[in-house]
């Protein structure tokens, strides 16, 4: 609706335009043709009230140049046309000709205009076989067309230079729009993301803090902790159709202080150690040892007998080097988790080193994770 509103309210405003110029160009070029198109060709015919007649139906028509040009090019040929015919001195009239021709180009799409100006300029140079004082023959069709070619390059120029401008205001809003969805996925990663992976964290906590738990409070948790981890893997997937590189840079190096911290709250002391050596960054090697992060300090909490761990993580030119220990012996097997699993896959697909088993402080997680991508 309010499209539809700015559009007759546009028409309305080229309308009115269109009709002040016709009028004022009529006012001004009928006088001019009466008072001195006699001294422009002394063997032409004089000028008569027919003539002043034509001349400014000619202008008068240009009030629906472009609102309606085809109709305003019949009308603006016919009346030229029939003022060359009756021999009438060339004077101003070939310019309301000018006028519609150029106005066609800028209006129509350039087949349809080239149809209707080639149809005008075929009529309105049937007068150079019959002019009396025109360059007689073939040869006068040669200036008579510069009224029809000229008008009608200029147009079909401005026509394309404003096409390209508004392609080009297009693609600046285009741009501007994924700027803004961009923003948005951003705001939706730091809110949502960070909230889901701490509740999914604290549940996980509190299954293996306490085992003491009634039967429906850890249903209950396992349940909490599996919807956060669905709902955290579908927002990165979600993210990743807006940005491909988005859901790479999920978490980093930046965001262990943070895990580490959630994981204090939950009573369990971590001790945290980032040695970076060099401003090298590499998102997908450093969101493989962010989760490589989370999900050892998980199975410590899972599996240790003290609730205490350290961290350590190495940066520098080679990759990012991981260790994660535990004091205490682990009640299952080392290496039997689908834990340390997951997190062996993810490191050795980056052309990594994973191991994990137990230490002389109790059990520990290492991994290697090389950068990969071109410097």
Not at 117 to 139: D, E, Q
Not at 182 to 194: K, T
Not at 248 to 253: M, P
Not at 350 to 363: E, H, I, M, Q, T
Request: charged letters at 20%.
């Amino acid at each position: 609706m309010i499209g539809a509103a700015l559009d007759v309210k546009d028409h309305g405003r080229v309308a009115r335009f269109d009709t002040i110029l016709a009028v004022g160009l009529a006012a001004v070029f009928v006088p001019i043709t009466v008072i001195f198109a006699d001294g422009w060709a002394s063997g032409d015919r004089a000028v008569e009230p027919l003539a002043s007649i034509l001349v400014a139906a000619a202008f008068l028509a240009l009030a629906f140049r472009r609102t309606r040009p085809v109709l305003t090019l019949a009308v603006v040929t016919g009346c030229v046309t029939w003022y060359l015919w009756a021999a009438y001195p060339y004077g101003p009239i070939l310019g309301a000709f000018f006028i519609a021709i150029y106005t066609t180009a800028v209006t129509l799409p350039f087949q349809r205009a080239a149809i209707v100006t080639g149809l005008a300029m075929a009529l309105m140079l049937t007068h150079v076989f019959l002019h009396p004082n025109a360059l007689g023959g073939w040869l006068g069709l040669i200036p008579g067309a510069a009224w029809a070619v000229v008008p009608f390059a200029i147009g079909v120029s401005v026509r394309s230079a404003r096409g390209t401008r508004a392609a080009e205001r297009d693609e600046a809003l285009r741009q501007h729009l994924y700027d803004q969805r961009l923003q948005l996925a951003q705001e939706v990663h730091d809110v949502v993301g960070h909230g889901l992976a701490a509740i999914q964290l604290q549940a996980d906590i509190a299954l293996h803090v306490d085992e003491e738990q009634p039967p429906r409070t850890r249903r209950a948790l396992e349940a909490i902790s599996r919807a956060s981890k669905a709902a955290f893997d579908e927002l990165a997937i979600t993210l990743d159709a807006i940005h491909p590189q988005r859901s790479a840079s999920v978490s980093g190096i930046d965001d262990v202080s943070e895990l580490t911290a959630r994981v204090r709250e939950a009573g369990v002391a971590v001790e945290l150690v980032i040695d970076r050596q060099t401003t090298r960054r590499e998102e997908q090697a450093e969101l493989a040892a962010y989760r490589v992060v989370q999900e050892a300090l998980t199975n410590a909490i899972r599996h240790g007998e003290a609730k205490e761990a350290a961290v350590t993580l190495v940066v520098n030119d080679n990759g990012i080097d991981v260790r994660v220990t535990n004091p205490g012996r682990f009640p299952p097997p080392a290496g039997t988790g689908r834990g340390l699993a997951g997190m062996r896959r993810r490191i050795e697909a980056l052309g990594g080193r994973f191991a994990a088993g137990p230490d002389d402080r109790g059990f520990a997680v290492e991994g290697h994770i090389p950068y990969t991508d071109d410097r």
